[in-house]
């Protein structure tokens, strides 16, 4: 049975961490740490449950969708389906292919690939229930009431974005949406809060849902440490700009949003580009996801288990360094373990689901459980504000740091060797 590894403890991630100068390989290492790894059985399990959880809410078929690149024309993409002729434009024939590339001389296959096979896994078991890229004849035949589309991921927005804008082209779409026939939605493993912003903003209103929010740079530390990581991401970016040009914030990864996310079937492009782009320069820079692929990292290292320096990386980033330091946070069993990350982002004045799922790394569903179990121990308010027992409870876990340095001080002096002089001089005689 192989043992478990983490990320921190690869080879491949030490010898990332070794191009940094020394006084930036804590600050590069805390980036690390911060990082959500997620494995294939979390992935599939996790959109998989997300979609049968909101599909409880729809009477009637559900149309489901594999996000991809569509063709486009000047940066608008081609209608989703096709249209008859004459005055009067009438959506006709099949759905789009799950996965399709854009380019005939680089055909690639991304994540829409896994997607495209959960949707088919699901329409085999709910067959009356889910609709496997369906075309509007198929549509109008089963009289869906849901357009979904899934992804694995949302950084910026914009492909999601335009998939939905392609299908929004289509009159007989904007016809059934507008006669409350059609609902739109959008399902992924994990959503940036500008990325789900964005898309809240499409004319066709959809749904939002992810199963854990996307941590980021600007969202995963505190205010006063940002500067630091964003400093960081820029004075390594492997990527130099043009003399003269305007390089904005790219070294933050695609569209600036610095995701601190990565798959085990690969990277997104929004992470920072220090991450998954490589210098050509000489002795030039070597990512830990080379052209986003994160095979060449270990298996285990993949997954939201809560391991000790995940737990002091995560608390560390709230602000909460003596917390990440104690034992009792540390050795604690798993479920105790979400408490203290709940408490301790409570304490930090965090109340909702999304922001507290991604300061402490846990899902949206896994924070509201534990905020249940902090209320029936009557550590939170039913408003989430800490009460005496709660700070109580973190006041303890502070002092049992003090108490195991006090404990190190005292040992130290207990085992000190006694002085005993090595050499003699002679004594010293004044003279007459």
């Excluded at 876990?397 to 404990?407: C, F, G, Y």
């Amino acid at each position: 049975m192989p043992t478990e590894m983490s990320v921190l403890d690869s080879q491949a991630a030490k010898a990332w961490l070794q191009q940094f100068a020394l006084r930036d390989q804590k600050l590069a290492a805390d980036l690390l740490g911060v990082f959500s790894f997620v494995s294939r059985d979390e992935f599939a399990s996790g959109l998989m449950d997300q979609v049968l959880h909101q599909a409880e809410s729809v009477n009637g078929p559900i149309a489901l969708y594999a996000e991809r690149e569509l063709g486009h024309r000047l940066g608008v993409p081609h209608r989703l389906f096709k249209e008859s002729t004459g005055k009067a434009k009438r959506a006709y024939g099949v759905g789009p292919q799950p996965v399709k590339a854009t380019k005939a001389y680089q055909p690639e296959v991304g994540s829409e690939g896994l997607v495209a096979q959960l949707i088919t896994d699901l329409c085999r078991r709910f067959p009356k229930r889910f609709l496997n890229h369906p075309g509007p004849d198929l549509i109008r035949r089963t009289r869906a009431r849901a357009f979904w589309v899934l992804t694995d991921f949302v950084g910026s927005g914009k492909r999601t974005y335009n998939y939905l804008s392609a299908a929004w082209k289509v009159r007989s779409v904007r016809s059934w949406k507008s006669g409350g026939f059609l609902r739109f939605g959008v399902i992924a493993y994990a959503m940036t809060q500008s990325g789900q912003s964005r898309i809240d903003h499409h004319p066709c209103k959809p749904l939002t849902s992810c199963v854990q929010p996307c941590p980021t740079i600007f969202s995963a530390f505190s205010r006063s440490a940002v500067d630091a990581y964003v400093s960081l991401c820029e004075r390594y970016d492997p990527v130099r700009p043009k003399a003269g040009t305007f390089n904005d914030n790219g070294f933050l990864g695609y569209g600036g949003v610095g995701a601190l996310i990565a798959f085990a079937h690969g990277a997104p492009n929004n992470a920072p580009r220090i991450f998954h782009k490589t210098s050509r320069r000489a002795n030039g820079w070597i990512p830990l996801f080379p052209a986003r692929v994160t095979a060449g990292l270990p298996p285990t290292g993949f997954g939201r288990s809560l391991r000790p320096e995940t737990i002091s990386a995560r608390l560390d980033a709230l602000g909460n360094k003596v917390l990440a330091k104690s034992p009792a946070a540390r050795d604690a069993s798993i479920e105790v373990k979400k408490r203290y990350l709940v408490l301790a982002a409570l304490s930090r004045g965090q109340r909702g689901n999304v922001i507290l799922a991604i300061k402490t790394g846990l899902s949206t569903f896994e924070v509201e459980q534990v905020c249940l179990e902090l209320e029936s121990f009557d550590w939170v308010s039913p408003r989430r504000v800490l009460t005496d027992a709660g700070l109580g409870e973190l006041r303890h876990l502070r002092r049992t740091v003090a108490q195991m340095r006090q404990r190190v001080s005292t040992d130290a002096e207990v085992e000190k060797p006694p002085y005993y002089p090595t050499s003699l001089r002679a004594p010293i005689i004044p003279s007459s």
